[in-house]
């Protein structure tokens, strides 16, 4: 539990970023979530990310809604800024906060529930207006903090714990993500740690809407024979298009990738997505083939992996705003209160 | 043509025969009340305005106010002028002159005559007897005829109709041509080839009138009561006021009655928030919903930039989970309720006071928020800027409770002011050197004994002064606990930080009774004018009323102290249910009995006739029954 504290020792010859942190400082409280959930995974991603991309702690700020996953901004990155929000909420907060104060670096983590059900509409417009963040869906097709409810992303025929079977069409976030403008869109699996680092490297690399959907099983409630988001179930059925590594504009290049068909994507702050092709017919870079493969593969029964799309050019929020280059939040009087010379021209015009 | 009584008959009209007069005419010079009945989408608002700018030139004050539907075209509706030297601007009640341009309301506008008032209606197609009354002064000017043989297109046929009317009237009532085409160029500089044919309509009405209709007993005469006030939408004065006030944030959803504030927000962000390389110094984002509003401004105002919305009742039921938030978590936020009739869809486009229990304890569990009532657009500007200053310092949701009359109508109103050395108030902010100088942080401490704690904005040091915001319990430094003790102390200190509030939130507005009374009156927001009316009445009426007119919500002291010191006050608010009596007596404790309620809620502005009316007879009812009592 949260009262428990963390031991604050560092081992002296933990390895070090670029900026002297080591792994430790991206870390957080200790997690409440059951033993062996695929959140916790994901949070350990998230710390190894962040770590590996040089990212100065305290300029991430975590935002999440209610429910399991939306607890996780707790578990990393302590020295960074947190905000839970109310249920279903957390992507109008981010998009203001990321108004106030661009300089920072903005992730939200939430669920299928706080994301397809009753967040749907804001993740719908958090996407469409190009907030620059990375949101990352825990996506485990269950409601755990209530105790195993179907959620908006529960397959079809997919069956509960305790045997009802799931009669709703399921809403795919990555086919939404992908017609709603996102411009960065991945999907992974909580136990496949090679795959979702260099995506969320990527994705907090990106200048724009990040979506990645990261398939995490239940445990407690979601893990059994019958379920489609079960580790089993996901492991025999993962389609990935792609593996990559994530190459930072500072970073000297390793040359230690794996062979095969290689394609190089230069994001806006000069980070170099590496993509080497699983599937032959396949381009991240092609929203509208990335559309009919996902829906092909989905009739097929299949869970499409990897970076899907990528449009390494993309405009944010900010760029249509045309606001000022110093955040928001540090606007100072002078920048802001207009002086009182103007106040009589108004005033004479209101006679 | 006839002229007897003013009225234009036309030859050969048999049905219009002569009206032998019961009723004198009214005669009245710098007080009178002019309504000008149109269509909605007609293109009435800029003749009626340019009518009330005119008198204002003269040095007249005017209220005036426009009670328009929630439609777009085709439906009815009025603008009424209240003219008086005297300064009175709220509604008075009753109508002594009626320009009836609306077939659909004729009926209902001839009957809201006052005996001896005037009706002025467009003569071309001849009307029955039976639709006039006996007890007015019927003028008539063929102002479609008149129109028709200038103008060709008809859309422009139907809009000089109404500048034709303003030239009929200016004569009646003696405005100085000049005057009017001054204003008229004016109002459209930059689309000069409107002037023209604006000035040939308005020609037409005042040369048919100065041939054809006698002078009438309503006048205006140049003054000097005027003086440099000017003439505004306090919604208008809100924004100004949000500017001035340093917001850079605004989020929002489009509903009536509050649209127009963000508007104004972005009209003059536009004008005066643009760096030297035309970037904006500030941010407006249309949401999706009120939920997605209030939350992007929850973002924004928990980073530290100062954020608003601007909304009105249905958006305040919907951001109630947000405000809760705030409250607990302490976030500071604006928001700007141009209330309107309720409940429900209610009454989009017509007034009430009717959200205050809502915004006053908006949210599940324990909530209370501070409102402040603008009685005002000068304090709509006031109030305004210095709500950021308060959401700052206290980190909660400042309500500005305006209504529609204010926020949408055109109130005449004391210039706007601003203090060149004002500094903004960002409250109790740890920064870098703080942290750095080890200054230590706990999110929710009372470190100064007012309750209200320190914060820090994100990304402000590398490993000193984060926390995380949550609406789950917390104990002092922001971890998640269950523990009643932490919980606790929490909820206690927040009602310590009310305490502090009432010190720091605008005074009352008292005006004490020409002589010692028992009795007294509270009242808020767009009620003054009219009670300041009302009050005049009363005392020729040897009825003697000390006032209040309350600011704020917590209540300072000083409101309790009102109630305690006289036997009964009248409570005047514009909702059915007398919410604000029910906070004064929820909060202070107040005896019920004590306060007497006059409500106005039928989505009219209150006017002074229906106060006075009120309060005489309810205090005459109140007699009888202390009478009764002692016997």
């Known amino acids: 539990m949260t009262y428990i504290a963390k031991p604050s020792l560092h081992h002296p010859s933990l390895e070090k970023n670029a900026l002297g942190f080591t792994r430790r400082d991206y870390e957080g409280r200790i997690s409440t979530l059951c033993a062996g959930c695929g959140h916790d995974s994901i949070s350990a991603s998230i710390v190894q990310a962040c770590f590996e991309?040089?990212?100065?702690?305290?300029?991430?700020?975590?935002?999440?809604?209610?429910?399991?996953?939306?607890?996780?901004?707790?578990?990393?990155?302590?020295?960074?800024?947190?905000?839970?929000?109310?249920?279903?909420?957390?992507?109008?907060?981010?998009?203001?906060?990321?108004?106030?104060?661009?300089?920072?670096?903005?992730?939200?983590?939430?669920?299928?529930?706080?994301?397809?059900?009753?967040?749907?509409?804001?993740?719908?417009?958090?996407v469409r207006r190009g907030v620059n963040m990375t949101y990352v869906v825990e996506n485990n097709g269950v409601y755990g903090l209530t105790k195993g409810q179907f959620s908006a992303t529960s397959d079809r025929g997919s069956k509960a714990k305790k045997g009802a079977e799931n009669k709703d069409s399921p809403i795919d976030l990555v086919m939404l993500a992908l017609q709603l403008g996102a411009t960065y869109v991945g999907r992974s699996f909580s136990g496949d740690k090679t795959q979702l680092v260099p995506l969320i490297k990527g994705a907090l690399s990106h200048k724009g809407t990040a979506i990645l959907d990261v398939l995490s099983p239940c445990v407690a409630f979601n893990n059994h024979v019958g379920s489609t988001k079960s580790f089993d179930y996901i492991r025999e059925h993962n389609d990935a298009v792609n593996r990559m590594d994530v190459i930072s504009p500072r970073a000297p290049i390793r040359a230690d990738y794996a062979p095969g068909e290689l394609k190089e994507v230069v994001q806006h702050d000069g980070s170099i997505l590496r993509l080497r092709k699983v599937a032959d017919d396949y381009d991240s870079t092609d929203r509208n083939a990335a559309l009919g493969y996902l829906a092909r593969k989905a009739a097929e029964g299949e869970i499409v992996t990897g970076l899907l799309f990528v449009d390494p050019d993309a405009h944010d929020l900010h760029d249509g705003m045309n606001t000022v280059d110093t955040p928001l939040n540090k606007l100072t009087d002078a920048d802001l209160v207009p002086p009182v010379s103007a106040l009589e021209k108004i005033n004479a015009s209101l006679r | 043509?006839?002229?007897?009584?003013?009225?234009?008959?036309?030859?050969?009209?048999?049905?219009?025969?002569?009206?032998?007069?019961?009723?004198?005419?009214?005669?009245?010079?710098?007080?009178?009340?002019v309504k000008f009945a149109n269509v909605n989408g007609s293109g009435s608002a800029s003749a009626n305005g340019l009518f009330a700018k005119v008198i204002l030139r003269m040095g007249v004050p005017v209220g005036a106010r426009n009670i328009f539907p929630s439609n777009i075209q085709g439906l009815p509706t009025w603008y009424e002028v209240r003219v008086s030297e005297a300064g009175w601007l709220g509604r008075r009640g009753g109508v002594d002159l009626m320009v009836a341009m609306n077939p659909q309301t004729w009926v209902g506008d001839v009957q809201e005559i006052l005996p001896g008032g005037y009706l002025l209606y467009d003569s071309s197609k001849p009307l029955p007897a039976s639709k006039f009354r006996d007890d007015i002064n019927v003028i008539g000017a063929p102002l479609t005829e008149l129109i028709a043989a200038e103008f060709v297109n008809p859309r422009e046929r139907q809009l000089f109709k109404n500048i034709c009317y303003v030239?009929?009237?200016?004569h009646l009532l003696g405005f100085d041509p000049e005057l009017v085409k001054q204003l008229l160029t004016q109002e459209f500089k930059g689309k000069d080839k409107l002037i023209q044919p604006n000035f040939k309509a308005f020609e037409l009405g005042r040369a048919y009138a100065e041939a054809n209709i006698a002078p009438i007993g309503l006048k205006v005469r140049t003054s000097d009561k005027v003086g440099d006030r000017i003439f505004v939408e306090g919604n208008d004065a809100a924004a100004l006021g949000a500017v001035y006030g340093g917001a850079t944030f605004c989020a929002w959803y489009p509903i009536t009655p509050s649209t127009s504030l963000a508007e104004s927000f972005q009209k003059y962000c536009t004008a005066l928030r643009k760096d030297g390389e035309g970037k904006n110094r500030f941010a407006i984002v249309q949401a999706e919903d009120e939920i997605a509003s209030i939350g992007m401004v929850m973002g924004a105002g928990w980073a530290g930039s100062r954020a608003f919305t601007c909304t009105s009742g249905p958006g305040i039921s919907l951001m109630n989970e947000f405000v809760g938030f705030s409250y607990y978590a302490e976030i500071p936020a604006v928001i700007f309720d141009v209330q309107r009739g309720g409940p429900s869809t209610g009454m989009p486009t017509r007034t009430q006071q009717s959200d205050l229990m809502l915004a006053a304890y908006a949210s599940h569990g324990d909530t209370k928020h501070p409102l402040l009532f603008p009685a005002n657009p000068t304090e709509c500007f006031e109030f305004g800027a210095m709500a950021f200053d308060l959401a700052d310092f206290f980190q909660t949701t400042?309500?500005?409770?305006?209504?529609?009359?204010?926020?949408?109508?055109?109130?005449?109103?004391?210039?706007?002011?601003?203090?060149?050395t004002k500094k903004l108030n960002r409250g109790k902010v740890l920064t870098y050197e703080h942290l750095e100088q080890g200054v230590e942080f706990g999110r929710y401490r009372d470190v100064d004994g007012d309750a209200v704690p320190y914060r820090t904005y994100p990304g402000t040091h590398p490993t000193k002064g984060s926390y995380f915001t949550r609406g789950s319990s917390h104990d002092k430094d922001a971890r998640y606990s269950e523990?009643?003790?932490?919980?606790?102390?929490?909820?206690?200190?927040?009602?310590r930080k009310w305490e502090t509030m009432k010190k720091h939130l605008p005074a009352p507005i008292v005006r004490a009774a020409q002589r010692r009374t028992p009795d007294g009156v509270l009242y808020i927001g767009s009620t003054g004018p009219a009670m300041k009316e009302a009050h005049h009445t009363l005392d020729e009426l040897g009825i003697h009323l000390d006032s209040m007119r309350i600011r704020a919500f917590p209540f300072s002291d000083e409101v309790f102290e009102f109630i305690r010191n006289h036997e009964q006050v009248f409570v005047v608010e514009q909702n059915?249910?007398?919410?604000?009596?029910?906070?004064?007596?929820?909060?202070?404790?107040v005896h019920p009995a004590r306060l007497v309620s006059v409500l106005h809620y039928d989505g009219t502005p209150i006017t002074a006739r229906f106060i006075v009316k009120d309060i005489t007879e309810k205090l005459k009812a109140g007699h009888a029954t202390l009478r009764e009592n002692a016997q």
């Not at chain 1, 809604?65 to 929000?85: E, L, M, R």
């Not at chain 2, 005449?412 to 002011?417: C, D, G, Q, R, S």
Request: with cysteine; hydrophobic share 40%; charged share 20%.
């Open chain 2, 483 to 495: 523990r009643g003790e932490d919980y606790t102390e929490g909820m206690q200190r927040l009602l």
């Open chain 2, 398 to 420: 400042i309500f500005v409770m305006l209504d529609l009359d204010i926020g949408m109508q055109e109130w005449l109103t004391e210039p706007f002011k601003w203090d060149a």
């Open chain 2, 167 to 170: 030239g009929v009237i200016s």
């Open chain 2, 1 to 33: 043509m006839d002229r007897r009584n003013g009225r234009a008959v036309r030859p050969g009209d048999g049905q219009e025969a002569h009206r032998s007069f019961m009723t004198k005419p009214i005669a009245a010079t710098n007080d009178f009340v």
């Open chain 1, 53 to 126: 991309i040089d990212l100065a702690p305290h300029r991430l700020a975590k935002f999440s809604g209610i429910g399991c996953s939306s607890k996780t901004p707790d578990y990393f990155v302590s020295p960074a800024h947190g905000f839970n929000a109310v249920h279903g909420r957390m992507p109008s907060v981010l998009t203001g906060a990321n108004i106030a104060a661009k300089d920072l670096i903005y992730l939200g983590v939430s669920g299928d529930g706080d994301t397809a059900s009753i967040g749907l509409g804001q993740f719908a417009h958090a």
């Open chain 2, 576 to 589: 059915r249910d007398a919410q604000l009596k029910s906070l004064l007596v929820n909060e202070g404790g």
